[in-house]
């Protein structure tokens, strides 16, 4: 029997969402791997740093015997781990602290404004909507969040509920995670801060 565990994409790693201890920032930045300091050496992460962080975990993520499905090659939003019965996810942990503070920093220089995240929002139910999922209750953008994640949740345990396009529905949930993505709290100071060589 297999585990299935929904992988994060790397630019969640760390990311304000999963932790809100106002020192995350610091503790990310705390003990760089080599790839981490490198990457980190100009305060800065590329779209080719970022791109070699992900192939990075992708390989260390298979070469520990996982399987990572439903990824688009080395971008790993979205991916899914197969792992057998009785591991305990410390082989994903492990894989992702190699490359989590060039995740989070990489958040840090993407992160959108309020208005923009209140936007993609809005693009969201609009998405939802075009896919099939009727909103209604108070708040749209909620409701439709847990209509959506209800129907692709059944649709991955073999379930079919509605008229639902997944292949939409998923690329609509995508852009959300995107936009969704907060920095860790304090991670703009310690980046300042930081000094990759010491």
Not at 25 to 53: F, H, M, W
Not at 124 to 149: K, M, Q, W
Not at 152 to 165: C, K, M, Q, T
Request: one cysteine or more; hydrophobic letters at 40%.
């Amino acid at each position: 029997m297999r585990v299935l565990a929904v992988l994060l994409p790397l630019v969640l790693a760390g990311c304000a969402q999963a932790s809100t201890r106002p020192d995350a920032g610091v503790t990310v930045l705390s003990r760089l791997s080599t790839a981490e300091a490198q990457a980190l050496s100009d305060k800065i992460v590329s779209q080719e740093e970022y791109s070699a962080a992900n192939a990075m975990t992708l390989r260390c993520l298979n070469d520990a015997g996982l399987t990572v499905t439903d990824h688009d090659g080395d971008v790993l939003a979205g991916a899914t781990i197969e792992r057998p019965t009785g591991q305990d996810g410390a082989e994903e942990s492990s894989c992702l602290a190699q490359t989590d503070a060039i995740g989070a920093v990489w958040v840090l220089q993407h992160e959108l404004s309020p208005s923009e995240r209140e936007a993609a929002r809005t693009e969201f139910v609009r998405c939802a909507d075009a896919a099939g999922i009727e909103t209604s209750g108070a708040d749209p953008y909620l409701d439709t969040l847990t209509r959506v994640l209800g129907r692709l949740d059944s649709a991955r345990s073999g379930g079919s509920d509605g008229p639902a396009d997944l292949r939409t529905l998923t690329e609509c949930t995508d852009r959300l995670v995107r936009a969704e993505t907060v920095a860790l709290p304090g991670l703009a100071e310690a980046l300042r801060d930081l000094n990759p060589a010491a």
